[in-house]
């Protein structure tokens, strides 16, 4: 019973840990929610709901405006996974008679009968079956169902025919019907724990003026506050309401004062969508098919002027500009190119890794034991005139950039590889200042051995933070035009990397 008890407030504090996540925002008068419900939508989709501005709406997986979306929040005490029969397992959602995807169904029928405008999202800290064909289907960026890889068989004599098969036959419904549902459909694994949601919590507070609870608390008011005001039928919040009902608590405090930040997104982040806390966002997402893009000319013929103009927008207005990228290492490095040092402006960048910081160049002195770079020169062919440099600050790439450099770039004679004293790995970067002392070091050492020719090219694999591309792409100019390159770490297709764009665009 002990048990029993601990994982139903263990899940009553993960619901209502993710509904302050969203509602705080309204206490933001940029964000683009406009209202949040509690425990009062559609059946099994009605734990928290989102309403969005449509001036100012996300963009789903098919780069339309989401204007409303319905979140089901499923903890459990004990690892384990999930699969596509899962859903039309009524006892999956502890019911009795109608399933997950009986009620997802009937949700959409309400919400979204185009198939447009809504999602309705399951998140829970159990994972996709990696066996199990669903997770083919759900794009790793945004959780959506992909409706086109759903339907890339023809037949019901397949895995996908299956999943298909059965959950027409479970809804009574026909093939396009069962289309439109797909469509509204997304999933999202839950990765961090209560501890780590309550320190999330405690940033977003300090940014929109709600009373903190200091960490050496054991005690959360918040997980509370949330279940008296569902008793008192206080279950949907707009801006206006929400400030009162805060007020009444006596959890307003005084703000200081919010940093402007602009979020820059390739993919979606499972919990934390730019959208809800950045004053303005360039949407890159539908130019992708997970972490491929669709059409490798847009790197240079799209992307990058997009990028440039909505960075030197955004740095118009602050001496100290952040940046929140949820994007390639490729479009971090471009952002750097763009707003380098000639630009005026200290930026600051939010790193997710290992847990949500700012770093800027100037957020700590600099400190002597901080591991610096050993550089290794690797000989691929004396007669090759251009240069690689691979950067090992978070795993060794080098065996990888070798081999693929040695059989696919035949202009590349030599491989400078640098990797953090001690070795590669996740803490290898100490925080903004050490990873702008190690972008200039590097570009030191690189510039004096790259070739002499007006028109040769420096070939650059990156695996490190997206902060660390960042300041490096500020030292661009110092070591001439270079090649960005991509890794495809999901292994769908080569497992090996792929040129994306070259840098000054206006040289090529």
């Known amino acids: 019973m002990t048990q029993a008890n601990t994982a ?20 933001d008068d940029q964000s683009p929610i406009r209202r949040v419900g509690f425990e009062s939508g559609p059946k099994s989709y009605d734990d928290i709901w989102v309403e969005y501005d449509p001036a100012h709406a996300p963009l789903d997986q ?24 899962h859903l039309v397992d009524p006892t999956f959602v502890n019911a009795n008679a109608r399933s997950l995807l009986q009620r997802a169904h009937r949700a959409q029928q309400d919400f979204a009968p185009g198939g447009e ?12 079956d990696r066996a199990d064909p669903l997770r083919a289907i759900i794009g790793l960026r945004s959780g959506a169902v992909r409706v086109d890889r759903l339907y890339s068989t023809q037949t019901d004599n397949s895995k996908l025919g299956e999943v298909r098969r059965s959950w027409r036959e479970h809804l009574g419904i026909d093939e396009d019907a069962l289309r439109i549902l797909a469509g509204t459909l997304a999933f999202g694994e839950a990765t961090d724990s209560l501890d780590e949601l309550r320190d999330d919590l405690d940033v977003l507070f300090g940014l929109v003026g709600l009373r903190r609870i200091p960490p050496n608390q054991s005690a959360f008011e918040y997980d509370d ?22 007020q009444q608590q006596g959890l307003l405090v005084d703000a200081r004062k919010r940093p402007g930040v602009y979020g820059v997104k390739s993919f979606e982040h499972a919990l934390d969508r730019l959208e809800d806390r950045c004053v303005k966002v360039l949407d890159f997402v539908p130019d992708f098919d ?33 940046l929140a990228l949820d994007a390639h290492a490729t479009l971090a490095f471009a952002a750097g190119s ?5 630009s005026g402006r200290v930026v600051e960048l939010e790193q997710r890794s290992p847990a949500r910081q700012v770093w800027a160049l100037d957020d700590q002195p600099s400190d002597p034991s901080w591991p610096a770079w050993e550089c290794e020169c690797i000989d691929i062919d004396v007669t090759r005139p251009e240069l690689a440099v691979a950067v090992a600050l978070t795993h060794d790439i080098s065996a990888d950039v ?10 590349v004679g030599r491989l400078l590889v640098f990797r953090p004293v001690g070795g590669a790995g996740q803490a290898s970067v100490m925080g903004g200042r050490h990873a702008f002392e190690l972008a200039q070091a590097l570009a030191a050492q690189v510039r004096p051995q790259r070739p002499a020719a007006v028109d040769s090219t420096v070939h650059l694999f990156v695996a490190g933070p997206n902060a660390f591309a960042f300041f490096l792409g500020q030292q661009q100019v110092a070591m001439g035009r270079m090649c960005l390159y991509e890794f495809d770490f999901d292994g769908a297709r080569d497992r090996s990397y792929r040129p994306s764009l070259t840098l000054p665009v206006e040289a090529r």
């Open 338 to 342: 763009v707003l380098n040092q000639k």
């Open 225 to 246: 506050l949330v279940y008296q005001w569902l008793a008192q039928g206080r279950l949907e919040f707009d801006r206006a309401s929400f400030r009162q009902a805060c």
């Open 8 to 27: 139903r407030r263990d899940g009553d504090a993960f619901q209502a840990r993710q509904f302050w996540r969203r509602a705080a925002r309204l206490l």
């Open 290 to 322: 997970d972490r491929y893009i669709r059409s490798e000319s847009d790197w240079a013929g799209k992307l990058y002027p997009a990028l440039k103009a909505f960075l030197l927008d955004a740095a118009k207005g602050s001496e100290r500009p952040r």
């Open 117 to 128: 405008g809504a999602r309705f999202k399951l998140l829970t800290n159990w994972r996709l």
């Open 402 to 411: 070798q081999a693929f450099v040695a059989r696919t770039v035949p202009t």
């Open 62 to 85: 098919c780069g339309r405006p989401l204007l409303r979306e319905h979140l089901q929040c499923k903890w459990h005490v004990t690892p384990d996974s999930y699969g596509y029969l």
